[in-house]
């Protein structure tokens, strides 16, 4: 795993079970949010699948695109795209409408000194959206920053566990859920609260950022010591195979891999890797924010890409100088200041 065609094409390869459940759900895909982290891998992901099983679906990424390399791309796989502001009512209504929907649009980092526009996206647009979008299936990206910390020896919070987000990203993040549920309720539309931390793949994610520290000597701080991971193209999957999930009320399901990772575990199996030691700072704390994903695993298997070979390719990666997005996690965050 050496280059973004091979990192970009492994995203894209679809399981037979993913192929199996996209033709069990009738209608179009439209992916709101398209041009961020994940949503390009996982359009061209659904639009692979969509190939091999030989459907008939159009999949339409939606995004404010200001990035036109990623749109040509897209297009290149096949996906059709559409540049729209999704806070413009009348862009949004103009949208076409879909038997399914993946809501990836929102806001995170950055929320600090811009709240009101983090609510926006985060709160009010998925009303609108819901509305819009009130006789599709909605598969909706949220996140495990919405549940308190957990003892580490815990598992995890699992589905059960009640919401006690910290700072206003993972409050707005609860809106966001709290108000598509409402529409659920309202208008008896299916979906899912898909709630992921911490999707990586080779160019931004927990284990890249500990990889480059490692290699340039930068202290880690071990104050938050263990973290969750899982493939971005495990993820994709999984949030195209929850379309075959949606309920009314929502299915809530956490998505993440399988192990609880110590991160001074897995930096000490980066530095062998890299050739480097370690700089390893401060105390593991009794809790850590953890992600119970036993229930999509009893759904969907186990991630097809273990944690060794993540880290495997993450070294690689790094050692040959790998392109990397300016993106970091902040998993170290105890305070919810985004």
């Not at 065609?5 to 992916?31: C, F, M, N, T, Y």
């Not at 679906?57 to 996906?79: C, D, M, P, T």
């Not at 599709?136 to 495990?144: K, M």
């Not at 700072?167 to 979906?191: C, V």
Request: aromatic share 8%.
């Amino acid at each position: 795993m050496r280059t973004i065609e091979q990192l970009e094409a492994k995203l894209a390869e679809p399981s037979p079970e993913l192929v199996r459940d996209l033709g069990s759900v009738p209608g179009d895909i439209v992916v709101l949010g398209v041009g961020g982290k994940m949503g390009p891998s996982l359009a061209k992901l659904a639009m692979n699948a969509i190939r091999q099983g030989g459907w008939n679906k159009r999949v339409i990424g939606v995004s404010r695109f200001s990035n036109a390399e990623a749109r040509r791309e897209l297009e290149e796989a096949g996906v059709e795209t559409i540049s729209c502001e999704l806070l413009d009512d009348e862009a949004l209504r103009a949208l076409p409408d879909a038997g399914n929907v993946i809501y990836m649009a929102g806001n995170k980092f950055g929320t600090k000194g811009r709240e009101n526009f983090t609510w926006a996206m985060n709160a009010y647009l998925p009303g609108r959206v819901a509305e819009k979008y009130k006789e599709s299936r909605i598969v909706v990206f949220s996140s495990g920053n919405i549940y308190p910390f957990q003892p580490v020896a815990s598992g995890g919070a699992s589905e059960s566990v009640a919401p006690e987000p910290v700072g206003e990203y993972a409050q707005s993040t609860l809106g966001r859920e709290r108000i598509f549920e409402y529409h659920s309720h309202k208008n008896g539309t299916p979906m899912v609260m898909f709630r992921l931390n911490y999707a990586i793949d080779m160019r931004y994610g927990v284990l890249l950022e500990l990889a480059k520290a490692v290699n340039e000597g930068r202290e880690i701080d071990l104050t938050m010591g263990f973290a969750n991971v899982i493939w971005q193209g495990d993820a994709n999957a999984m949030a195209l195979r929850c379309l075959t999930q949606c309920s009314s009320p929502p299915n809530v399901i956490n998505i993440t891999g399988p192990e609880t990772m110590s991160i001074r575990w897995a930096a000490g199996e980066l530095a062998k890797r890299l050739g480097k030691e370690a700089k390893l700072v401060g105390a593991e704390s009794e809790t850590a924010l953890l992600n119970n994903a036993s229930k999509s695993h009893q759904l969907f298997g186990y991630p097809r890409v273990p944690l060794l070979q993540m880290i495997d390719w993450t070294a690689e990666w790094v050692r040959h100088g790998g392109a990397t997005w300016n993106k970091p996690t902040h998993f170290q965050e105890r305070k919810g200041n985004f």
